[in-house]
């Protein structure tokens, strides 16, 4: 386990991360994965609801590109699908994934995305969070 450096808010203890040792073939086969992934790009006008709904609620905050641009608030989620945690403590599981999304504020108060977008019905949010748990690179 490691700490994040930056004293950055009032739920600073919760930002901790979990480091994977790989042995070097692994490494090295996951290396070129990461390289060889471009991303996607959402399109609000997608028949996919959570893919058009990311679009419309997520993307002015959250790259699911290889770069994330200059002034991006939250993460980069391209490989969200790839993680072992939700906000960095919870089980990397779809209804911590639907919790977070609904209510943000609960599991880390003072976090950047709370009011960022509007209020999302509950088929909206499973939606979201089965777009985001298929951003995988290594599945």
């Known amino acids: 386990y490691g700490k994040c450096a930056e004293l950055c808010g009032p739920s600073h203890a919760l930002?901790?991360?979990?480091?994977?040792?790989?042995?070097?073939?692994?490494?090295?086969?996951?290396?070129?994965?990461?390289?060889?992934?471009?991303?996607?790009?959402?399109?609000?006008?997608?028949t996919d609801l959570g893919e058009a709904t990311f679009a419309q609620n997520c993307l002015g905050c959250h790259?699911?590109?290889?770069?994330?641009p200059a002034g991006a608030a939250g993460?980069?989620?391209?490989?969200?699908?790839?993680?072992?945690r939700v906000a960095g403590f919870?089980?990397?599981?779809?209804?911590?994934?639907?919790?977070?999304?609904?209510?943000?504020?609960?599991?880390?108060?003072?976090n950047l995305m709370t009011g960022k977008y509007?209020?999302?019905?509950?088929?909206?949010?499973s939606a979201v969070a089965d777009y985001l748990l298929g951003l995988s690179v290594e599945k």
């Open 15 to 46: 930002m901790d991360f979990k480091v994977k040792s790989l042995n070097r073939d692994d490494f090295d086969a996951w290396v070129a994965a990461m390289k060889a992934t471009e991303g996607q790009t959402a399109s609000a006008d997608s």
């Open 63 to 68: 790259a699911i590109s290889a770069v994330t």
């Open 75 to 84: 993460p980069n989620l391209t490989t969200f699908g790839d993680r072992n």
């Open 90 to 110: 919870l089980e990397h599981n779809k209804e911590n994934v639907e919790a977070w999304i609904k209510d943000p504020e609960k599991y880390k108060p003072g």
């Open 118 to 125: 509007k209020e999302l019905t509950d088929e909206e949010i």
